[in-house]
């Protein structure tokens, strides 16, 4: 991945920001880059069924709630490289 640049994704400050404001950060950032049309379709597909999954209340049933659960995980991981920046992999002075 190429490296990014704090002011790129929108940061003004020095040094890297406290967790509340890299959060925000990262939310400008997915948005960005599934509006942009460059991730790919599977990835867009894991995204909105990992939103389903999470936005959606859980069953009642302890076996069904873990397996729900067990997914949004997996999904969550094969995700984060695809959607969101590594904060090592930013400049957050530039």
Known sequence: MKRLKGSELGYR???APDNKTIAGLQQEYLEKKLA??????IVVAKYERWRQLRDNPYI???RSDL???AEIIKLWFE???HLFFRLKDVDWDE
Do not use: A, E
């Open 13 to 15: 400050g020095k040094g």
């Open 36 to 41: 942009s049309g460059t991730v790919p379709p």
């Open 60 to 62: 009642g049933d302890p």
């Open 67 to 69: 397996k729900i659960k």
């Open 79 to 81: 995700l984060v490289p």
